[in-house]
């Protein structure tokens, strides 16, 4: 009699814990993302330093740029970027892809015959971006957080 009780209680405490530990899974499979869920405008902050042929040494990089998602796939951005003390405006065009996974990439125009690319992982309940460049030669990390969060006034 005792070992059918410890039987079933560890038939329960297995069947609970193998509950338990697919229902988080299934819920994050269930939510999945598209492009409809990046949309608004992300204040992002840059910095890193891209690498340069021998024997030059690398140039620092730091950036505050505003980046507004379409929620279609289209991506615009404005602000100002240091490289090397040197400050400059500057504004990106593209487009954006945004995987069931939440991550995503995207690819923007800097300036004619400049093109530069990103993956990043949406954050915080869509509220955050962490974007990694992708292009070689390039070691900057930037966060993107959303300029007028869920809950707040929009003016």
Known sequence: MKRI?????????????LALGIAPTANA????????NLKGTFAEKDSGFFTNPPPAPASLFAGVI????????????????????????????????????????????IAPGVTAHA?????????????IPTDPGTVVTCIARKQFPAGHLEQ
């Open 5 to 17: 009780t410890i039987a079933k209680a560890f038939t329960i405490a297995a069947v609970t814990a």
């Open 29 to 36: 499979h269930a939510k999945g993302c598209s492009n409809a």
């Open 66 to 109: 505003l980046d507004t998602f379409d929620g279609n796939g289209t991506i615009t951005a404005t602000g100002f970027v240091s490289i090397d003390g040197t400050v400059s405006p500057q504004t990106e065009n593209g487009t954006y892809t945004v995987n069931p996974d939440c991550t995503g990439t995207y690819e923007v125009t």
């Open 119 to 131: 993956f990043f992982v949406i954050d915080d309940d869509g509220n955050e971006l962490q974007i």
